[in-house]
């Protein structure tokens, strides 16, 4: 039984990625409102160790170094799925098109510039994730195939997730998301 399934390389599924990277098994949304709610919450503690007891400069160095490391996890939350997507270059909107058989996937790939097709045995995965709305499989540590699915046709994500999950067994991760 072939299972066929598609994935466009648009900002929405490179998003997707990039929080995957960020956030491996939780979800990205309530990840961000939790860290911004604890920054918060450390931050008021050392304004109000300023305020109360007068400045120290140990506490607003801390308070520093804290707002640097909140800017830099939203730099990476809202700006880096953007830069990932515009450095893709030439691989913009490629439409990936996915046939998953028994052991094995077949992948065709194609755009204005670029064309390309071949053949992922299972076995060859390093690991997969998946999400509410995507599988994420990958070839190497760098290198990701990205399944949206609700393209999915001629079967179910249930179906391709056993597939691919009795080869990986535990690199085989389910996200809560």
């Avoid at 599924?13 to 604890?38: C, D, E, N, Q, Y």
Wanted: proline share 1%.
């Amino acid at each position: 039984m072939e299972i066929k399934a598609k994935c466009k390389a648009d900002l929405n599924s490179v998003r997707a990625l990039v929080h995957l990277g960020m956030f491996k098994k939780g979800s990205p949304k309530i990840h961000m409102i939790v860290w911004t709610i604890a920054y918060g919450v450390l931050a008021m503690l050392l304004i109000g160790e300023n305020l109360l007891f007068g400045a120290d400069s140990f506490l607003l160095l801390l308070l520093g170094l804290l707002v640097l490391i909140y800017l830099w996890v939203c730099f990476l939350y809202f700006l880096m799925p953007r830069i990932r997507y515009n450095a893709m270059a030439n691989m913009k909107d490629t439409q990936n098109e996915y046939v998953f058989c028994e052991d094995f996937f077949k992948v065709s790939s194609a755009n204005q510039v670029y064309q390309s097709q071949g053949q992922v045995d299972y076995s060859l995965l390093v690991c997969a994730y998946e999400t509410s709305d995507y599988f994420f499989l990958y070839q190497t540590k760098n290198q990701v195939f990205m399944v949206d699915k609700s393209t999915v046709e001629g079967g179910t994500a249930l179906d391709i997730r056993n597939k691919i999950s009795a080869t990986l067994e535990k690199k085989y991760i389910l996200c809560k998301y």
